[in-house]
């Protein structure tokens, strides 16, 4: 389709900066070569590069969450019936543990929990990452608490403790901007903004950025106008995004202690006595073609 559209693709390259930036057009360099366009489109993480040009003293902070991701082989599980749903949370009195499968039969399983961590400097998050008797630890917290299927689990995590990751759970801050002076320079997604792993909803979001972006640009002739309206939308669906996870999935994987106390301190909400909790039709059912054109009709 990108051929189609003569939409090329350039692999092992390097974005190296904005050289120039004008009403009518963006120049940057990319591998030491510099280029031109009408628009430059930062969808490069939440380290991104493209948004040093539009605000470079913004770092992404660290939410106090930790999660360690593994991989194991399903078949080395018993499970607790042969058609077990192999995408699932396991839920238990020490937290979670999240399966997921990494191929279309579900041979290979990942494993991921995840638990509050005290914020670390640069090298003791190097240091954590590197070691795998740690993150082991890290999954066989409250081991006696978990039923045969998850110390089943747990075991084989730890069985093959080299492939486990960690990955501290990072939040951007509110951005004054998205985008340059011009509009020429526009960034989305976990440039923009992340949110929680746990939600699922990195590459939803970034796709949902996509295509109300150019929704907007078609509907208004402006482009900072069109760049404005956007930004606020999307900003208003990343902030419930964000809290729905934040005080729904992130607490509910915790232990039962964490999550007692959290309750207790007014910081998460007891979700058990919300009979809406997984009325989740505002996330799934959008109409984005019909919110943009409400929201140019209000300007």
């Known amino acids: 389709m990108l051929r189609e559209r003569k939409i090329e693709i350039a692999y092992s390259s390097r974005y190296e900066g904005i050289v120039d930036e004008s009403e009518d057009r963006i120049g ?15 969808a490069d993480g939440i380290f991104s590069s493209v ?17 360690c991701i593994a991989h194991i082989h399903r078949d080395t599980v018993k499970w607790p019936m042969p058609d ?3 995408a699932c949370t396991i839920q238990g009195k020490s937290g979670a543990l999240v399966t997921m499968p990494e191929d279309p039969e579900a041979h290979e399983i990942m494993v991921a929990v995840q638990r509050q961590w005290p914020d670390q400097t640069r090298a003791q998050w190097e240091a954590l990452a590197a070691d795998k008797d740690m993150l082991c630890e890290f999954f066989r917290k409250g081991y006696d608490d978990w039923h045969d299927t998850g110390k089943q689990i ?3 995590v730890c069985a093959a403790k080299e492939n ?9 801050p509110k951005l004054k901007t998205w985008y340059s002076r011009t509009g020429r320079v526009v960034i989305l997604g976990d440039a ?11 590459v939803n979001q970034a796709l949902e950025d996509v295509h109300s972006l150019l929704l907007f640009l078609n509907k208004t002739t402006d482009r900072l106008v069109a760049l404005r309206l956007w930004q606020k939308m999307r900003e208003t ?14 607490v509910e994987r915790m232990s039962e202690a964490e999550r007692k106390q959290l309750i207790q301190e007014g910081k998460a909400k007891d979700l058990n006595s919300n009979p809406d909790r997984d009325d989740m039709r505002w996330l799934y059912q959008l109409n984005l073609e019909q919110d943009v054109a409400s929201v140019v009709k209000l300007g």
Request: proline share 8%; net charge neutral.
């Open 28 to 42: 940057f360099r990319i591998n030491g070569k510099e280029e031109h366009a009408q628009m430059l489109v930062g």
């Open 51 to 67: 948004r040093k040009y539009i605000d470079p003293d913004v770092r992404p902070g660290y939410t106090g969450i930790l999660g």
């Open 84 to 86: 077990y749903e192999p």
């Open 154 to 156: 747990i075991d084989q």
């Open 164 to 172: 486990i990751y960690a990955w501290p759970y990072m939040r951007m």
């Open 192 to 202: 923009a903004h992340a949110v929680p792993p746990s939600s699922g909803q990195g």
């Open 237 to 250: 669906r990343i902030d419930m995004v964000y809290d729905r996870f934040t005080t729904a999935t992130n």
